[in-house]
């Protein structure tokens, strides 16, 4: 027989404990949702490079892309081929690598393309998925005058297929029509097509664009910073180049590009539509220039293909230079980075500054 005092104590736990245990059941599948998924399997074993990347905190990172007068990546290049400058003085390369290192990119799609311009695009989306490997994952993100993330990363090629194939862009046109931003059908907010709409405010009144692309970048690297150093992390961009400035944007170019390289993040861009002819890549051009990234131009949907897959390449097969800064002023805020190539006629492509907030990552 139990005294009365465990019977007591075996009835108050059933009775206040079950309660916390089926609320707390209840959470859990609303906590997973919130959590990042994790990067896809690497490979069963690190390469010593990518290890060393890993664990030692103090290094620096460079992906270094090298191409030939004629554009094409030049492979083959040696350790001793390459020096590196930081505030103008020589490091030692501490880690050489040219091996392929897997991609965490998020996609960010312009969403206020002129109309023409959306349809090429859309078509050309899932080639994307197609240039991916098996260790590669991506965060599909849209933006116009506000940034708007997608469902996280996942290296599921056919989630992301999915994904991609209800990425519906909305095309407006940058005056008011006649009768104004409200008129027009609407079915709870969307349009009757089923695209999501775009705010009214993203409608450019006068020709004055209203598109924030350095929020969206700013967005962008906010999720990529969280991804393991060993992976390359890139935000490509398929844009018209169009940007708000600083009256719709709330962070600023300088700020926008201080967070990418602290976080070793490189943009890549596809420039679409016929804003090439307008000069409107400007923006586009000195993210890729400052982060190390590219950018190129497409004219059609074929062509918008076949740099997807170019990008992707080109941020795999980078090669990789890292090093532990010797003989220089810690106490700087940022430093000045160079890497040069002894063999002539070559072009280097990395980025050309860190902060030092970006080595503790």
Same mark, same amino acid.
């Given at each position: 027989?139990? !005294?009365?005092?465990?019977?007591? #104590? ?12 089926? +609320? ?5 599948? %609303? ?38 007068? !004629? ?14 400058? &930081? ?16 991609? /965490? ?16 695009? =859309? ?11 098996? $260790?590669? =994952? ?9 940034? %708007? ?5 996942? !290296? ?7 994904? $991609? ?5 909305? /095309? ?9 931003? +409200? ?6 907010? %969307? ?9 009214? /405010? ?21 999720? $990529?910073?969280?991804?393991? #150093? ?8 398929? /844009? ?22 602290? %976080?070793?993040?490189?943009? +890549? ?16 051009? =000195? ?21 997807? !897959? ?7 097969? &980078?090669?990789? $230079?890292?090093?532990?800064? #010797? &003989? ?15 063999? =002539? ?17």
């Amino acid at each position: 027989m139990k !005294s009365p005092r465990k019977i007591l #104590r075996i009835t108050t736990l059933f009775f206040f404990g079950a309660p916390a245990l089926w +609320f707390a059941g209840l959470a859990l599948p %609303h906590t997973a949702a919130l959590a990042q998924d994790p990067p896809p399997p690497d490979l069963p074993r690190l390469s010593e490079a990518r290890a060393k990347i890993t664990v030692n905190a103090n290094l620096v990172v460079l992906p270094v892309s090298v191409k030939d007068g !004629s554009g094409r990546l030049v492979a083959g290049l040696g350790r001793d081929e390459f020096r590196i400058f &930081e505030d103008n003085v020589e490091q030692k390369i501490d880690v050489f690598t040219e091996e392929a290192f897997p991609i /965490s990119m998020v996609v960010l799609i312009d969403n206020d393309l002129k109309k023409a311009d959306s349809k090429a695009v =859309e078509d050309s989306l899932a080639t994307i998925v197609a240039s991916m490997s098996d $260790l590669d =994952e991506a965060f599909i993100c849209r933006f116009d005058q506000f940034f %708007h993330p997608g469902k996280g990363f996942t !290296s599921n090629q056919d989630t992301l297929l999915t994904e $991609l194939k209800r990425t519906k862009l909305d /095309s407006k046109s940058n005056v008011l029509s006649p009768g104004g931003p +409200f008129n027009g059908p609407s079915i709870n907010g %969307h349009a009757p097509d089923g695209s999501p709409s775009v705010p009214e /405010s993203t409608i450019a009144i006068g020709n004055a664009p209203t598109k924030a692309l350095d929020d969206a970048v700013f967005g962008a690297a906010e999720l $990529l910073k969280g991804r393991p #150093r060993n992976r390359r992390k890139i935000i490509f961009i398929i /844009s018209d180049g169009v940007n708000g400035g600083k009256k719709y944007n709330t962070n600023t170019y300088e700020n926008t590009v201080k967070e990418v390289l602290a %976080h070793s993040i490189s943009v +890549f861009s596809v420039g679409v539509g016929s804003a090439f002819y307008d000069r409107r890549f400007e923006r586009l051009s =000195e993210y890729a220039h400052a982060t190390g990234g590219d950018v190129y131009y497409a004219v059609s949907r074929d062509s918008m293909s076949d740099l997807y !897959s170019r990008i992707t390449e080109e941020a795999r097969n &980078e090669y990789t $230079l890292a090093y532990i800064p #010797r &003989e220089v002023n810690r106490a700087k805020d940022y430093h000045d980075v160079e890497v040069r190539v002894r063999r =002539e006629g070559l072009t280097i492509l990395t980025r050309n500054r860190y902060y030092t907030g970006g080595v503790a990552q």
